[in-house]
């Protein structure tokens, strides 16, 4: 199966909660980055984290990697409408070619905000 | 400073038709990635270059698919003989020339359909 699979699939929470996605992935990883995508557009990058570093924060974002349970949440506080949308986790491989030279995405976790 | 640009963003084709997909990194990034995105699907890695240089092409189909990144211009995305499997989102991305290991910036997607 893919590197980088994301869960829940889908969550649905009330506006101000806070909405936590998890993310696995199989083989030993150089970095691990976070992205939002909304409907029908691009992707928008949130947060990088190194294979060297455990957790992250960037205004409401708050990302942790455990490299021993090839794992990552992403947790996003007191939520907004606004968040709705899908959001992925990426990986890139250690080492070069073979595909690793491009970041392996899982399929997502749809988050929606109800107002 | 422009972001990473993308056109045409709908593309329609039909069947056996070709399908030409530009991209133009973000100034001063000299990596660019492509990648694909079927319905309700992550992203799906193609094929990496550097500037006259196609670094990992494992994620391309072996025939009708080829990519360009010539010294001047954008890089390119060609599809010859379309079929409707080919039907899906176009993503490129950029990164400074620093090292495939950071973010990737992405475009708003190309959209293909085939009819």
């Known amino acids: 199966s893919q590197q980088g699979e994301e869960d829940p699939q889908a969550l649905s929470i009330q506006e101000g909660e806070n909405a936590t996605m998890n993310c696995s992935y199989k083989t030993s990883i150089n970095n691990l980055q976070w992205y939002r995508q909304n409907s029908g557009r691009g992707l928008v990058h949130l947060i990088l984290i190194r294979s060297n570093e455990r957790e992250k924060h960037s205004g409401r974002l708050r990302v942790t990697l455990d490299t021993s349970k090839k794992s990552s949440s992403l947790l996003i506080t007191a939520s907004r409408a606004a968040d709705t949308a899908s959001y992925f986790c990426a990986t890139h491989y250690m080492y070069s070619g073979g595909g690793a030279d491009g970041l392996t995405f899982g399929k997502g976790t749809h988050l929606i905000i109800q107002p | 400073n422009a972001g990473v640009m993308q056109n045409p963003r709908h593309l329609v084709r039909r069947r056996g038709q070709e399908a030409r997909l530009r991209c133009s990194p973000m100034?001063?990034?000299?990596?660019v990635y492509w990648y694909r995105q079927l319905p309700e699907e992550g992203l799906k890695f193609m094929v990496y270059?550097?500037?006259?240089?196609?670094?990992?092409e494992s994620g391309m189909p072996k025939e009708r698919f080829s990519a360009e990144f010539p010294k001047e211009g954008p890089s390119i995305l060609r599809i010859q003989q379309v079929v409707r499997g080919d039907s899906a989102a176009y993503f490129c991305?950029?990164?400074?020339?620093?090292?495939?290991?950071?973010?990737?910036?992405f475009g708003p997607g190309t959209r293909l359909t085939v009819l």
């Open positions: 991305a950029s990164s400074p020339p620093a090292g495939k290991y950071n973010e990737q910036f």
């Open positions: 100034k001063g990034h000299s990596h």
């Open positions: 270059l550097q500037k006259e240089n196609i670094i990992d």
